[in-house]
């Protein structure tokens, strides 16, 4: 059974930095590639980051290039999210999803979702 | 970026009854060399991670019930419910693909009336 596993969030004050991590398994996690998408508090979702099955191309939306990092540890089978900077408008749940069902490269659509780490950015 | 735009934001049906969403692309998300649409559907229950209920614009996800359906070209994609059951209370999201960044519509809300 395919499941992803987020941690990590918490309160953390504007301008600080916390890394969020994502324990995969019941797949082969070198293969594939994956993504953070977020969901501000009653709010609709936003895709953050994607990282290619071996981690060499990265994508990133506007509202996080330059202050969120994406990366991958194959032999722990775990995905991060390296946030600094951060601001009230990064408050969200934060959901790591595999991304698409075929190997490789990212797809861009999301066929299995953890249950999500809310992170909470406020002074 | 691409803009999808959802109707109606709320949505109250009655038991057994269909139930219609429609979503619009700002721009074509039909890429012509291989005649796909690059749009997903999502379930969102209360609580829970959203849920992938078809992909390329039509094709239902393994286990999802055949009552959903997708269709659509181009810029503009509808999801059919066609009898719906009070397990179907949810939000829904369209998705693109079609290019970086990814982006989704802002959700219908689906009630029982």
């Known amino acids: 059974e395919v499941q992803v596993l987020e941690s990590g969030g918490g309160l953390v004050q504007p301008g600080g930095s916390l890394t969020l991590s994502c324990a995969a398994s019941g797949f082969t996690f070198s293969s594939y590639a994956m993504s953070w998408v977020r969901q501000a508090p009653g709010k609709g979702l936003e895709w953050v980051s994607a990282?290619?099955?071996?981690?060499?191309?990265?994508f990133y939306a506007d509202s996080v290039r330059g202050r969120f990092t994406i990366s991958r540890d194959n032999s722990k089978n775990t995905l991060y999210l390296q946030m600094n900077n951060l601001r009230a408008d990064d408050t969200a749940v934060y959901y790591c999803?595999?991304?698409?069902?075929?190997?490789?490269?990212?797809?861009?659509?999301?066929?299995?979702w953890g249950q999500g780490t809310l992170v909470t950015v406020s002074s | 970026d691409i803009v999808l735009t959802q109707s109606p934001d709320s949505l109250a049906v009655s038991l057994g009854e269909r139930a219609t969403i429609n979503c619009k692309s700002s721009q074509n998300i039909l890429y012509s060399s291989n005649n796909m649409n690059y749009l997903t559907w999502y379930q969102q229950k209360p609580g829970q991670p959203p849920k992938l209920l078809i992909y390329w614009a039509s094709t239902r996800e393994s286990g999802v019930p055949d009552r959903f359906s997708g269709s659509g070209s181009g810029t503009d994609f509808t999801l059919t419910i066609s009898s719906l059951q009070a397990e179907d209370v949810a939000v829904y999201y369209c998705?693109?693909?079609?290019?970086?960044?990814?982006?989704f519509g802002q959700g219908t809300k689906l009630e029982i009336k």
């Open positions: 999803a595999k991304d698409g069902p075929l190997a490789g490269g990212s797809q861009g659509y999301f066929d299995y």
């Open positions: 990282i290619t099955h071996n981690g060499e191309t990265i």
């Open positions: 998705q693109q693909y079609y290019n970086i960044p990814y982006t």
